[in-house]
């Protein structure tokens, strides 16, 4: 019977993962201070929404109901019957799963770890090469559909304290299997001309599309792993935070629109991350210099509309109980930002359609740009892309026609 262990953190433990995790820290900026406290789940905005009355406003109720079949869409392009009847449908997959422990207040894949279907199997295989190992798995991720793959060691500091349980809102023991000690990190590629109509109904099927690709692709990767008789739990967005995982498995780096970068898709990604006992091979993180480049770029932050993302450079300070304690970054204004999605009906990510990483990287032109943004010349790069005609969102008719 596998050993399941609260995830939850004492000041000494934290202490001592810091140690443990210094290099890596230092590699990917992670600028952790004597003040950082577990993240508990019940802060994320999305849950606030449903217990914190700060929140709850009835653009949020219109928000979540808008996911419903009886909803009344909004007029305007991109947010008609069809463009939701889209959106939901890119969803379906993902909603199968987390409605599914809905009883017993979980919410898989969000608010829960997603319930192993098959049995461990009773016998081991040998694994007496770790890097081919890890070789190997990478190459089941991308056979079922993931787009990047990384693997990290398991560091608990970016592990809820407390997860929620969906039926009374309420913070429960956040457990994972003892022997759990890898994590793998899959990257899923949203779809570029979905993303560039951005902010419309239309534009979150990219979003939904992922999430039901993703649920199904961890779930089989870790089905995989436990016929190989070893632990493997699939996991999205519930568990741990998923960005500094992302970026210790060496898959991008930390933006100023607070999402992960990476060298293929920009910020054009969703993660998802099994938790394993599997002997796997570590990635390092990686300092590709995107990071740089953002200290200089503030497109983001001009282009969003309630002015959520920060203009300067990364700091430790934010009152928000929706922003982790202790952890220099640039952290956005969860209030506003959840806001606007709120009195939107959908999901915004107009941030991430603005960035100059977010391209196709099929032209000789994108590939030299990325060469140059990436490089000590990133002053030219943001020259040529100051330059640049601006990149007029795609009007969602135009998508569909
Ligand atoms: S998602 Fe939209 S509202 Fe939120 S920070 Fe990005 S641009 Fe701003
Ligand atoms: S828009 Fe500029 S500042 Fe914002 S994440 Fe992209 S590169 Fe960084």
């Not at 690709?213 to 699939?234: D, K, P, T, V």
Request: proline fraction near 5%; include cysteine.
């Amino acid at each position: 019977m596998t050993k399941m262990v609260p995830q939850l953190l004492t000041e000494s433990d934290i202490k001592n993962q810091r140690k443990d995790h210094l290099s890596s820290d230092d590699l990917v900026g992670f600028n952790v201070s004597n003040s950082f406290r577990q993240f508990n789940q019940m802060n994320d905005m999305f849950t606030r929404a449903y217990w914190d009355e700060s929140i709850k406003s009835p653009d949020t109720e219109a928000f979540f109901n808008s996911y419903r079949a009886d909803f009344i869409p909004r007029r305007g392009e991109g947010f008609n019957q069809k463009d939701f009847a889209l959106r939901n449908a890119s969803w379906l997959i993902s909603d199968i799963i987390s409605n599914r422990g809905g009883e017993k207040g979980l919410r898989e894949g969000f608010q829960a770890a997603i319930e192993s279907d098959t049995e461990i199997a009773p016998n081991k295989v040998l694994i007496e090469d770790v890097a081919n190992q890890s070789i190997e798995i990478k190459k089941i991720a991308k056979l079922f559909g993931a787009d990047l793959v990384g693997i990290t060691s398991v560091d608990k500091r970016w592990h809820y304290s407390h997860r929620v349980d969906t039926k009374t809102f309420s913070a429960v023991d956040n457990e994972l299997p003892a022997d759990c000690n890898s994590v793998i990190v899959m990257a899923h590629a949203m779809d570029y001309d979905l993303v560039d109509t951005y902010p419309s109904a239309l534009a979150g099927a990219s979003t939904g599309r992922e999430y039901s690709h993703e649920a199904s692709i961890c779930m089989q990767l870790a089905a995989y792993i436990r016929g190989l008789g070893y632990e493997a739990i699939a996991s999205m967005n519930d568990t741990a935070l998923v960005i500094p995982y992302a970026i210790k498995a060496g898959l991008g780096e930390y933006g100023r629109n607070q999402m992960v970068l990476t060298p293929e898709y920009g910020p054009r990604v969703r993660f998802s991350k099994i938790f394993t006992s599997l002997p796997l091979k570590k990635d390092v993180p990686k300092s590709l210099g995107i990071k740089e480049y953002c200290n200089d770029c503030t497109k983001c932050a001009k282009a969003c509309p309630p002015k959520a993302l920060p203009f300067g450079l990364p700091t430790e300070g934010s009152e928000s109980p929706s922003t982790i304690k202790g952890v220099k970054k640039w952290s956005a204004n969860c209030e506003k930002c959840f806001g606007y999605w709120a009195k939107i009906r959908t999901d915004c990510a107009i941030c991430m359609r603005v960035c100059p990483f977010n391209r196709k990287y099929k032209s000789p032109y994108d590939i030299v740009w990325r060469w140059l943004a990436t490089s000590r010349f990133r002053k030219l790069a943001l020259i040529w892309e100051a330059k640049r005609k601006p990149r007029k969102r795609l009007k969602p008719n135009d998508w569909w026609n």
